[in-house]
């Protein structure tokens, strides 16, 4: 009877809660559109990613290393069981989330997180069956090299190409040694493998010696965002630079994007790390000074926001800000900052159109944002 009781407690303080945060909505003036910002729900800890299912529910990670449904009215599920061990420390935990292209056949999901090892842990992406509440048939089919014990810049991104290819952006776990520059660690890669696990056939280095056949670019510091151009399909990242240098590039193959030689950021208490430029290494197409801590990134195609369309939507977590960027081709022409007022984690255009935002905190947010009619 007591258990019953306390079920019933927790379920009218999930259902008060939910309607709190469905009475938030906030108005906000842009260049081109008033913006509407609804709470979806709230009460997630650090969320990190968002999945969309065709039922109008979603998928949310916690780095916390907890997976939850999110249903249409914004009602949060028990966590969803079955998840591997993850080790949850500093920046590191339950990462991303994307859904198999084919998940309504099979359906199978994909996740990353920080993977325990014996000598520490490492970016990692697994496979599994989604069964109800419960995750079956969980196989990693990637697992970063070394495990080090240092607790930030993992990546973990995940980005379907359009062969069906899988991306995955690393970090460079904080190393200033050269991992992000050579070819034998996954540290600062991003890399491109089959569902499976194995090594893209297009990928530049599967017949070198000392390169790890499943990189695709190299020379990253910390890609927390990235998505496909919906008119080239290539993959577009951002990256984290130290204190200023924050970059977006195109993930191109056998492409060097300089860190930690060439950077426009500087040492944490000032003074130079490196070089601006250097022959053999690729600028960036647009970058911040000083620092806006990226994450998250989407391309713009709905018809709900007309004049977004094609624009570039990057999240801020040093400034609360959604960052709208009008592109020309490969060049940023135009660039505005939306004060949302939380530290934005993740950034999704949602089957309704709409633009949904996590927010990075105890405390954190599915918000919902659409133009006023």
Request: net charge neutral; proline share 4%.
């Given at each position: 009877?007591?258990?019953?009781?306390?079920?019933?407690?927790?379920?009218?303080?999930?259902?008060?809660?939910?309607?709190?945060?469905?009475?938030?909505?906030?108005?906000?003036?842009?260049?081109?559109?008033?913006?509407?910002?609804?709470?979806?729900?709230?009460?997630?800890?650090?969320?990190?990613?968002?999945?969309?299912?065709?039922?109008?529910?979603?998928?949310?990670?916690?780095?916390?290393?907890?997976?939850?449904?999110?249903?249409?009215?914004?009602?949060?599920?028990?966590?969803?069981?079955?998840?591997?061990?993850?080790?949850?420390?500093?920046?590191?935990?339950?990462?991303?989330?994307?859904?198999?292209?084919?998940?309504?056949?099979?359906?199978?999901?994909?996740?990353?997180?920080?993977?325990?090892?014996?000598?520490?842990?490492?970016?990692?992406?697994?496979?599994?069956?989604?069964?109800?509440?419960?995750?079956?048939?969980?196989?990693?089919?990637?697992?970063?090299?070394?495990?080090?014990?240092?607790?930030?810049?993992?990546?973990?991104?995940?980005?379907?190409?359009?062969?069906?290819?899988?991306?995955?952006?690393?970090?460079?776990?904080?190393?200033?040694?050269?991992?992000?520059?050579?070819?034998?660690?996954?540290?600062?890669?991003?890399?491109?493998?089959?569902?499976?696990?194995?090594?893209?056939?297009?990928?530049?280095?599967?017949?070198?010696?000392?390169?790890?056949?499943?990189?695709?670019?190299?020379?990253?510091?910390?890609?927390?965002?990235?998505?496909?151009?919906?008119?080239?399909?290539?993959?577009?990242?951002?990256?984290?630079?130290?204190?200023?240098?924050?970059?977006?590039?195109?993930?191109?193959?056998?492409?060097?994007?300089?860190?930690?030689?060439?950077?426009?950021?500087?040492?944490?208490?000032?003074?130079?790390?490196?070089?601006?430029?250097?022959?053999?290494?690729?600028?960036?197409?647009?970058?911040?000074?000083?620092?806006?801590?990226?994450?998250?990134?989407?391309?713009?195609?709905?018809n709900l926001f007309?004049?977004?369309?094609?624009?570039?939507?990057?999240?801020?977590?040093?400034?609360?800000?959604?960052?709208?960027?009008?592109?020309?081709?490969?060049?940023?022409?135009?660039?505005?900052?939306?004060?949302?007022?939380?530290?934005?984690?993740?950034?999704?255009?949602?089957?309704?159109?709409?633009?949904?935002?996590?927010t990075d905190?105890?405390?954190?947010?599915?918000?919902?944002?659409?133009?006023?009619?």
């Open positions: 009877m007591k258990t019953l009781l306390k079920i019933i407690y927790a379920s009218t303080v999930l259902l008060a809660l939910h309607s709190v945060s469905q009475a938030q909505t906030l108005e906000i003036k842009t260049e081109k559109a008033i913006l509407q910002v609804e709470t979806v729900t709230d009460g997630l800890e650090n969320p990190w990613g968002l999945a969309f299912l065709a039922d109008g529910k979603m998928l949310v990670t916690e780095r916390a290393g907890r997976l939850r449904y999110v249903s249409a009215d914004g009602s949060l599920s028990e966590p969803i069981t079955g998840l591997p061990d993850i080790t949850v420390a500093g920046q590191g935990g339950l990462l991303d989330i994307i859904l198999h292209p084919r998940f309504a056949e099979n359906n199978q999901l994909f996740f990353s997180y920080n993977e325990p090892g014996q000598s520490g842990s490492s970016t990692a992406v697994a496979r599994a069956t989604l069964s109800g509440n419960t995750l079956t048939d969980v196989q990693v089919i990637f697992s970063a090299q070394p495990k080090i014990d240092t607790r930030h810049h993992f990546g973990g991104r995940l980005v379907f190409a359009a062969n069906g290819d899988l991306f995955i952006t690393l970090g460079d776990r904080g190393s200033r040694r050269d991992d992000a520059q050579t070819l034998n660690t996954h540290h600062g890669k991003v890399v491109r493998v089959q569902t499976d696990g194995r090594a893209s056939v297009l990928n530049p280095y599967l017949q070198r010696e000392n390169a790890l056949a499943d990189v695709w670019s190299y020379g990253h510091r910390n890609i927390q965002g990235a998505a496909l151009h919906p008119q080239t399909g290539q993959l577009w990242t951002h990256e984290h630079g130290p204190q200023g240098g924050d970059e977006i590039n195109i993930a191109q193959a056998d492409v060097n994007y300089g860190w930690p030689v060439i950077t426009y950021g500087e040492e944490y208490g000032g003074g130079k790390i490196g070089k601006t430029e250097q022959a053999g290494m690729m600028q960036p197409l647009h970058y911040w000074v000083p620092s806006i801590a990226p994450s998250g990134m989407t391309f713009y195609t709905a007309k004049p977004w369309q094609q624009n570039l939507l990057v999240g801020s977590l040093k400034f609360g800000q959604l960052v709208r960027l009008e592109l020309k081709e490969d060049t940023v022409i135009h660039e505005e900052r939306i004060m949302i007022g939380q530290r934005i984690r993740d950034v999704r255009q949602g089957p309704d159109g709409a633009i949904y935002l996590l905190q105890k405390n954190g947010q599915i918000l919902r944002v659409t133009p006023k009619k």
